[in-house]
């Protein structure tokens, strides 16, 4: 059993930068994939990004890429979602889920468990 837990949302002015971070419990955080997704009001959940249980390897979805970094310290069971040049598109509840195994999924069913997410309001 792995329990996430969402942390550096806020409000901040376009243009800006927040930092999101997700603090897992236990002991066998490195052999989970990780991933960031988001929801916007009144629309589907979306993946932003993943990274495997190495680190190695990252994605990162078309409209971030350039703005957005993952990463991961496996030392501190904590990944982090680095978020620049924020737009008010961006604005959503993100959350962090895990996935058994080396490598991430694409998918919301791909992973075995979820933070319950942290709120980002880009204003414009």
């Known amino acids: 059993q792995v329990q996430l837990v969402e942390s550096g949302g806020g409000l901040v002015q376009a243009g800006g930068s927040l930092r999101l971070s997700c603090a897992a419990s236990?002991?066998?955080?490195?052999?989970?994939?990780m991933g960031w997704f988001r929801q916007a009001p009144g629309k589907e959940r979306q993946f932003v990004a993943g990274?495997?249980?190495?680190?190695?390897?990252?994605y990162l979805r078309d409209s971030v890429k350039g703005r957005f970094t993952i990463s991961r310290d496996n030392a501190k069971n904590t990944v982090y979602l680095q978020m620049n040049s924020l737009k008010p598109e961006d604005t959503a509840v993100y959350y962090c889920?895990?996935?058994?195994?080396?490598?991430?999924?694409?998918?919301?069913?791909?992973?075995?468990?979820w933070g319950q997410g942290t709120q980002v309001t880009i204003s414009s």
């Open positions: 889920a895990a996935r058994r195994g080396s490598g991430y999924g694409y998918t919301l069913s791909e992973y075995d468990f």
């Open positions: 236990g002991r066998t955080f490195g052999s989970y994939a």
């Open positions: 990274i495997t249980w190495s680190g190695l390897s990252t």
